[in-house]
């Protein structure tokens, strides 16, 4: 499944934009939430909890969550971050309509 993440990030990265490195991890955040992925600017990469590897759609869908974050640094629940997950859409849907 995580040999995927570069197909997975290549539906929605611009030429001009660099896929940003995915880590996974057994434990997140502890005692804060639970979480299934957060973008870490400290680190600069994407960590993704262990157990979304065993579903594709679940993968995916944390991985392009997270991207959108690292990507345009909007914070969640904010329009501007509902309008990066809108562009998302359209470009796999896109991709996936035309082939």
């Given amino acids: 499944m995580f040999d995927l993440t570069p197909k997975i990030l290549a539906l929605v990265i611009q030429p001009n934009q660099k ?7 057994k434990m997140m955040r502890i005692n804060l939430d ?17 157990q979304q590897l065993s579903n594709l759609s679940a ?23 509902e309008q990066d997950l809108t562009r998302y859409l359209g470009l796999t849907a896109k991709i996936a309509a035309t082939k």
């Fill in 59 to 81: 993968y995916a869908g944390t991985l392009l969550h997270e991207a959108a974050h690292a990507l345009y640094g909007n914070p969640d629940a904010t329009i501007r971050f």
């Fill in 19 to 25: 896929q940003p490195p995915v880590r996974i991890s």
């Fill in 34 to 50: 639970n979480t299934s992925g957060v973008w870490d600017p400290t680190l600069g990469c994407i960590i993704i909890h262990r």
